[in-house]
């Protein structure tokens, strides 16, 4: 990408990637590739949390054939999960709202 969120040239262009044409759509997703691979923040807070949701969303819309696939599957399990513990909870609260 030439240029970031914050509307100032990627200096990936102008230090590593001297020579490469930065209005090159693979040249700009090789930068974005690069400036994922050295972000360096925590990860336990929410705003880590969510931007890791984020990027993995974005790669596996990229992605094609069993790495898709295998995407799916996990979304498919982390929502499985989400709706049993829901209905375990409701559950539980109806056993307490019959006591």
Not at 8 to 31: I, M, N, T, V, Y
Not at 42 to 59: D, I, K, N, Q, W
Not at 69 to 94: E, R
């Amino acid at each position: 990408m030439s240029e970031h969120e914050g509307g100032r040239r990627s200096s990936r262009f102008d230090d590593e990637l001297l020579g490469l044409d930065p209005d090159d759509p693979e040249a700009q997703a090789f930068a974005e590739h690069l400036d994922r691979m050295r972000r360096c923040e925590p990860t336990f807070t929410v705003e880590g949390s969510l931007r890791g949701v984020a990027e993995f969303a974005e790669g596996s819309t990229r992605a094609g054939g069993l790495r898709w696939w295998t995407a799916v599957l996990i979304v498919v399990l982390l929502l499985l999960g989400v709706v049993v513990a829901a209905w375990d909870m409701i559950g539980a609260f109806l056993v307490w709202l019959g006591r």
